[in-house]
């Protein structure tokens, strides 16, 4: 099984409201990772988990706050959001951070920031 | 970091007809992947290929790590084909980089 799945598959928030974004895959991988992709362009890394810890953060604001409770699960929290957040979030996973494999990618949340 | 261009930046096909999509990259990579965004935003794997050639149904590629590129060929194509193809590369340590991607619409 090479999938990973992200929930909901739309959002539609106020930028006072609190909500956060889930991601979950089974297939053992201990890289798990964030993108926001905007119309027309490639996906950008937003954070990167390596066995369940923070590795990378590509200077997001912190209106974005990630969490991985264990090793088939990652939320994207958010809060306070802008109209500009309006995007498509792209969760993945590898099997290790730092090696050469395939990064599988879920189907994405379309965000929509009011 | 590695830079990663690919070509053309549109694509307008006939249904049937075969195209070829490139990707040059600016150094050594340890890792390359295709994949096809459909219209419902869906990053779908088609190979992971840091060398050599590899080919699944209609879609075939070749990575000449040597020379630093990669094509992607689609033959026969399908109007289910249509989307954004994306090459992406990684060396040793570093992250996925993408290029700005292809732009393919088959016509029925």
């Known amino acids: 099984d090479t999938e990973v799945t992200q929930t909901p598959k739309h959002l539609v928030m106020g930028m006072t409201n609190k909500k956060s974004l889930k991601c979950e895959q089974h297939m053992g991988h201990r890289a798990m990772y964030w993108y926001k992709q905007k119309a027309k362009k490639p996906p950008e890394l937003m954070f990167v988990?390596?066995?369940?810890?923070?590795?990378i953060n590509e200077s997001v604001p912190s209106r974005f706050s990630p969490e991985c409770p264990n090793s088939s699960l990652l939320n994207l929290h958010l809060h306070a959001l802008q109209p500009e957040d309006s995007a498509l979030y792209l969760c993945?996973?590898?099997?290790?951070?730092?090696?050469?494999?395939?990064?599988?990618f879920g189907p994405g949340t379309r965000l929509t920031v009011l | 970091g590695i830079q990663v261009e690919q070509s053309p930046p549109d694509l307008i096909l006939q249904e049937g007809a075969n195209s070829t999509l490139r990707c040059n990259f600016s150094d050594s990579v340890n890792n390359l992947q295709w994949f096809h965004q459909n219209p419902w935003g869906q990053l779908i794997n088609l190979f992971y290929?840091?060398?050599g050639t590899k080919q699944n149904g209609r879609l075939s590629a070749t990575t000449v790590a040597t020379e630093r590129y990669s094509l992607l060929y689609i033959s026969s194509s399908q109007t289910t084909d249509s989307g954004v193809y994306f090459c992406?590369?990684?060396?040793?340590?570093?992250?996925?980089?993408f290029g700005e991607g292809t732009q393919l619409t088959v016509n029925p």
């Open positions: 993945a996973s590898s099997q290790v951070l730092r090696g050469p494999d395939t990064q599988y």
């Open positions: 988990y390596s066995y369940e810890k923070l590795s």
């Open positions: 290929i840091p060398s």
């Open positions: 992406a590369v990684k060396i040793t340590g570093s992250r996925l980089t």
